[in-house]
């Protein structure tokens, strides 16, 4: 359960005496993240305050055959900051600067410990843009979006954070550094392991630095919304809009039982008796943002959105996302525990999936309220239960498995934008198949042989 | 471990509002506390986490759990920004009180708040004689500020800058009151609080110049105690009953419309947390839960109710005698802008001075790191956020800084005067005050 007393004294050389947490409630402290899983209290707390710190921990823990489970703010959904019992955390929020920001060549570099909404910021006053913008935000690390490869709404016209990943500094399991990528919009120089590394949730490496992508900001937006009295007529409208050539930025969806739970909460003024509610936004050249907002007005009127609403200023801009951004909120506050999906399917069967996700809802006797990016077929089944009633705990098991079948059955996938981590590794197979598995241990044996790098995540023990 | 069941037991009761948090983690981007060290049991989250696992039986250390528990400016800044709303600083109370049940007050504690503030006369009459024997052990530390600080006691208080105790304090001049109603047709219940009445007895009789001008009835009961929040922000719930036991009889006295505070964390605390914490089924509780709706903070009482506005600029500087020319700028205390939802109010109780120009500070509303005990068990970590607040202060360009909350005023002062900046601290309605002659 506890480290030797001589790896405590060597990490704390490395990191300061302050730098290493070992008391009890340190530990329970880092046991845990955003997911609904049982803690593992970890045998330490681990702070490194520089590059060189982080290969020289990473290296004793290989020696002494410790398990290092890297932890940037602890929002994980999928377990992956969930540490191994006689593991270190490896907390990364000491290494939070901006090394460089390059207005020239569009690229900023950064340690892995920097907050996502602030670096977005100081991106905004240098008058570049950093797209993703997953829910975390306010608080997530960049480093943690990496080895999530984290979404947001912006995910379909902008992508999600791998699109941005230029290039990235990480320290193997044997504490020895490695470079792939390049300041260059172009670079095949080598294995594209920061592609391996985006994703690879702790697994194969731990970031020191990453370079990120930057791109010039849209000039104007136009964000409206649309109401339907069935899912159907939404999901055609965002099909119809894509077949017109039309990219928004944000394309989101909410059903009626989040509808509700919004207007229930904060009294936006929401139809009650709406089937499904898209948020749309276009951005881009002031003149493109008119035409494009114009058709798809016209779209969503053709395939019998029953009312529209556009924002015509900043405030009622604010006001139509509010209702999306109340959503997990509103949710949130019906029940103790709330069990966030992120199953993903191609979007033109979000229509089966929303009527799957019904189905699965009435069979497990759950509520479910979806809501997310229509634009990109990443909706966010959200199971209200609670926890503690073992019963209704079963049936939200088996409900969350059979939501995972339906997803696949459509062509989908088990995670858009939260990870595998522990919550999901057993259902891998089902999606890639054993020797997809199989391939990834080998790799993972290969590059890691005392299995010390958030041992257990994605592909299992 | 049967002890710990013990604990756990008493746990129970807040164990449904623990379940409400999920972990999401999002504390972690308001906490003024986190912000400073990083550390996830400094922030919302990790403090829930370590109360649930204390009510499964599951840790062990108490005591570590206690002091991280206790390591929070209980603003409410979290709470104000909690996607599943949980109700963060109930729990907070209510877990401080059952650990402080089972693991026991500090001695020193237990002397000030068993020994002194749950007596308010032994308190006043201790303060009073402090107040005189205070330039002894105290040295002027930065004349703009009129603060003093204390090598011989800074084992104690640190390099803290202080005010000095009043000369006389507040209850000294006006003991009690009883106005009837005047031309406004409203009488009030006026509760001045511990900080004005020893350490700014200005606030107080700018309040009641500010009843007189707009014919305000004013109830002030005699021997008034203190709120009662200091007590149970330390857990201890028995000295909390006495005063608040204590409070509710004198004002249950008289009628009134509305029970008016100068101070901000006074107004929170009778208005949340007596209905809240006052023991199940008490005479209190029920007094309590009739008083919150009328309880108010000056500047919501004077804006809301009594239909003050921002004056025009036409007759600009005319009224104002201190703050002629001047440019103000606010802090939002907490406890009313997170715990009450009161911002507009002061800002446009210091517009209503003509005679001086207000501008907003960036970060107004962050709490500037006092959070009572806190700041007296964590003073370098409360003096790092302060120095925050101080840096919003002097880049807004301000030469007064007003708040509503004279421990906001005290903190700072601290931070101001430790630098020597030349910014006056003020009350809102002492800016407000000045425009009205006597």
Known sequence: ?461 | MSELNKLAKSLKEIENQLTDCMKCGMCQAVCPVFKQTGDEGDVARGKIFLLERLAEEMLTDAKGAKTRIEKCLMCGTCAANCPSGVKILEIFLKARAALTEYIGLSPVKKLIFRGMLKHPERMDALVETASRFQNLGTSKAEPNQGTRCSKLLSGIIGNRHFLPLARTPFHKTVPALNIPAGRSGLKVAFFPGCVTDKMNPEIGEAVLKVFKHHGVGVFMPKGQACCGIPALASGERNTFDTLLAHNAALFAKEQFDYLITPCATCTATIKEIWPMMAEKDSIEKCRAKQWAPKTMDISQFLVDVLQVAPAQKSDAGSESIEFAGDTVTYHDPCHLAKSLKVKSQPRDLIRANAGCTFVEMAGADVCCGNGGSFNLQNYDLSKQIGMEKRQNILTSGARTVATSCPACMMQIRDVLSQNHDRVKVRHVIEIYADTIKC
């Open chain 1, 1 to 461: 359960m506890s480290l030797s007393s001589s790896l405590i004294s060597e990490l704390q050389q490395i990191c300061g005496e302050n730098g290493v947490m070992t008391s009890e409630v340190d530990r329970q402290n880092y046991s845990y993240d955003a997911a609904v899983l049982e803690p593992t209290i970890p045998a330490a707390v681990i702070r490194p305050n520089s590059k060189e710190s982080i290969g020289k921990v990473i290296s004793l823990c290989n020696d002494s055959g410790t398990p290092v489970t890297v932890r940037g703010a602890g929002t994980n959904l999928s377990g992956g900051t969930i540490p191994n019992k006689n593991g270190i955390v490896l907390l990364t929020n000491r290494m939070n600067r901006i090394i460089e920001l390059n207005e020239t060549d569009m690229y900023v570099r950064v340690e892995p410990g920097v907050v996502t909404a602030d670096l977005a910021a100081q991106v905004a006053a240098k008058g570049l843009f950093y797209p993703p913008d997953p829910g975390s935000q306010a608080v997530s690390t960049i480093g943690g979006n990496v080895a999530e490869n984290a979404g947001g709404l912006r995910g379909f016209k902008y992508g999600v954070t791998k699109d941005y990943v230029m290039s990235v500094e990480f320290f193997d399991a044997l504490g020895r550094k490695v470079t792939s990528g390049s300041k260059t919009v172009k670079c095949v120089t080598g294995y594209n392991l920061a592609g391996l590394m985006t994703a690879s949730e702790g697994t194969l490496g731990v970031f020191s630095e990453i370079t990120l992508k930057l791109i010039p900001p849209p000039a104007a937006s136009k964000a409206m919304m649309a109401v339907y009295d069935s899912v159907e007529a939404a999901t055609q409208t965002v099909a119809a809009i894509i077949a017109d050539k039309i990219v928004p930025c944000t394309l989101e969806f909410l059903d009626n039982f989040t509808i509700n739970a919004v207007e229930d909460f904060s009294n936006v003024g929401l139809p009650r008796d709406a089937k499904a509610l898209l948020l749309i936004e276009v951005d881009g050249h002031p003149a493109q943002v008119a035409e494009d907002g114009e058709r798809v007005e016209q779209i969503c009127k053709k395939l019998g959105a029953r009312a529209i609403q556009v924002a015509r200023n900043e405030a009622e801009k604010d006001k139509v996302w509010e209702a999306r951004r109340a959503a997990l909120s509103a949710l949130a506050r019906l029940k103790p525990t709330l069990v966030l999906e992120d199953a993903t399917v191609p979007r033109s069967k979000i229509p089966d999936m929303v009527d799957a996700v019904e189905k699965l809802a009435q069979k497990y006797d759950i509520p479910i309220g979806t809501f997310g990016h229509a634009g990109d077929g990443n909706l966010h089944p959200t199971l209200l239960t609670d926890r503690r009633d073992p019963a209704q705990w079963e049936r939200v098991e088996h409900c969350v498995a059979d939501l995972f079948d339906a997803a696949l059955s459509l062509g989908g996938t088990l995670s858009g934008e939260h990870g595998i981590g522990i919550a999901k590794a057993g259902f891998m197979k089902n999606e890639v198949g054993q020797s997809s598995i199989d391939f990834s241990r080998t790799m993972k044996a290969a590059i890691d042989p005392n299995n010390i790098l958030n041992p257990g995540k994605i592909i299992g023990q």
